[in-house]
């Protein structure tokens, strides 16, 4: 029994062989599907702007919305794969099933983007003349194709890193410390794909022909799926043990069903099943959830004394399980803002860098490579915490580095800072514009004006990002973990939408019937460093809130903080998006 691995079988049934399942050949044909999709995702996210305003001639506030939507949607779908994995497929399946999906939607985008009868034709708007834009049958086919790639973006998202530590048994000293590096290279290859994506992809996109840059990343994918599949019968699979969303829905329905009935004066009555090591002592937080553990009569099922219904009854720490999820909700709610400003740095912030001056002696910066300041304030931020804040943070407090809800609680700080400092770079390309005319395809300003405000939310990314991860995951019921993480990414999801939502409000009440507006048809006519500045302040608002939340929140089983390079690179990346 030495050789088989306890809690996992291979592609047959039978329990795995160490020997011939799992470990770094496995892993290594995962991260194919990993890189492909990032590339893929990132590439088209970065630069879809530029298309939706300069080929389709959509104004520039719906072009930022149908980005935004999409990212949003990309994020949302995580859940959905995370939970036909969780309760149906499994993590094999679901990978191969969404891949071949994003699959389809990046070829789908290729030949939408190739054939002229799928764009309205070519025109360079002036002020005197408008262009056609794309009509509902051109949309209608760019839109089938961005969100099968959502679809699939989403179902990937959810497994591909579980079932890359699937290959490894972490009851195993060895295999644990593969795990370890397992880990470092996930994250390197979320990095490659994304620093290829805004770099070598984008410029494909603005110089050969964006028809190109898909079908580039359409047939990377399918060979990545041949290659995925070619492991099958190496990789190890673990057993579905069902969706934890299940589990909450039970809470809440024998909650409610129990709504009239009284809670006993003693905890000691209410029910518990739970092995005494296994259980999480009853709190007073959200006492209406206790009534789900009230026994009544009916809550068991007929012959079976032991099986109580769990739609009727559920034990104490079912029951707190839920309630430490409640209690996440707060911070939750407060940090969904900041990924609100990130969606301006893809969407807007781009519009803005493609009218100014972006070249380096003969060579041209495509407009959608300046997110490359993400990847390098992100992996300079991790650097700078940890070699040099940490240790002298340790030296003058005796803690390892700040808390989950210090580094979240920067991360606000430092986008609100981000979006005013926007604000002023917007006024300052705007009275160029004004100067030389607002039609003038090409601000005589650089591009390197917009480099604080990416720099500032990148850094915001590294600390939120590792913050929230860490304070969703050591706060969390042992059994949600997935599930937590799930809801940390619904964050970003409803950023994006909360992002389109403000973009359509500030159209609607600004606007007029010629397309100005803060948020004009043409940015130049616009007043989007106003925009920019209401961002700034609702950033402001939210921070506020935000302490409040996290004075209120009290942490449960408080684990020591995790390191910033660890969260990253280590055990927590297992659930990175």
């Given at each position: ?505 500030v159209k609607k009440v600004t606007g007029s019937n010629d397309g100005q507006g803060w948020l ?58």
């Open positions: 029994m030495s050789w088989t691995v306890a809690d996992a079988v291979d592609y047959k049934g039978f329990p795995a062989d160490r020997s011939k399942t799992g470990g770094w050949v496995p892993a290594a044909l995962i991260l194919g599907i990993e890189i492909c999709e990032r590339l893929s995702t990132m590439g088209i996210a970065v630069n879809l702007v530029t298309y939706l305003v300069g080929v389709m001639h959509l104004p520039s506030s719906t072009s930022a919305n149908v980005v935004t939507d999409f990212m949003g949607t990309s994020f949302l779908l995580c859940l959905l794969g995370g939970f036909l994995a969780d309760s149906f497929l499994g993590r094999y399946k679901t990978i191969a099933i969404f891949a071949a999906i994003q699959t389809l939607g990046t070829g789908a985008l290729a030949i939408a983007t190739k054939l002229p009868q799928l764009r309205p034709p070519p025109c360079h708007a002036s002020a005197s003349h408008t262009c056609k834009p794309a009509n509902g049958f051109q949309m209608g086919i760019l839109y089938v194709a961005l969100y099968l790639i959502a679809l699939g973006t989403g179902g990937l998202k959810s497994s591909v890193s579980g079932f890359g530590t699937d290959q490894f048994d972490d009851k195993d000293e060895k295999e644990k410390a593969q795990m370890t590096y397992f880990f470092n290279r996930f994250f390197f290859f979320i990095s490659t794909g994304t620093l290829t994506a805004v770099t070598v992809l984008v410029y494909l996109q603005d110089e050969v022909g964006r028809s190109w840059s898909y079908g580039i990343c359409s047939v990377s994918m399918f060979v990545a799926i041949l290659i995925f599949l070619s492991g099958t019968k190496r990789y190890r699979y673990k057993k579905s043990i069902g969706s934890p969303i299940v589990q909450i829905f039970q809470v809440i329905v024998a909650a409610i069903n129990k709504r009239k009935m009284e809670l006993p004066y003693s905890v000691e009555l209410l029910y518990e099943d739970t092995p005494e090591a296994q259980r999480i002592h009853h709190t007073d937080q959200f006492q209406f959830l206790d009534k789900a553990a009230i026994v009544a009569q009916g809550d068991f099922e007929r012959n079976v004394v032991s099986a109580p219904n769990p739609w009727k009854l559920c034990s104490v720490t079912k029951v707190e399980e839920v309630k430490m999820m409640v209690g996440l909700l707060p911070v939750w709610a407060t940090t969904i803002i900041f990924w609100t400003t990130y969606a301006q740095m893809i969407t807007f912030s781009v519009e803005q860098a493609s009218t100014m001056e972006r070249s380096i002696g003969g060579f041209l910066i495509p407009a959608g490579s300046l997110t490359v300041f993400f990847v390098a304030a992100i992996l300079i931020t991790l650097a700078v915490y940890d070699r040099l804040i940490m240790p002298l943070w340790k030296k003058l407090k005796g803690n390892p580095g700040f808390t989950n809800l210090q580094r979240i609680a920067i991360g606000l700080v430092l986008s609100t800072l981000g979006m005013a400092v926007a604000a002023l770079a917007e006024k300052k390309r705007l009275a160029v514009a004004r100067t030389v005319g607002a039609t003038t395809t090409t601000l005589p300003i650089s591009v390197f004006m917009l480099i604080p405000q990416f720099f500032l939310v990148g850094a915001g990314e590294a600390f939120i990002y590792t913050g929230q991860l860490d304070f969703f995951i050591t706060q969390s019921p042992k059994g949600m973990k997935t599930m937590s993480t799930g809801l940390f990414l619904t964050t970003l999801s409803l950023g994006f939408f909360v992002s389109s939502f403000l973009v359509s409000v004009a048809d043409n940015i130049n006519h616009g007043r989007l460093d106003c925009f920019y500045g209401l961002l700034a302040v609702l950033g402001v608002i939210n921070f506020v809130l935000y302490l409040v939340c996290a004075v209120w929140y009290k942490p449960k089983n408080p684990k020591p903080a995790l390191q910033m390079e660890t969260i990253v690179n280590g055990s927590s990346a297992e659930n990175k998006c």
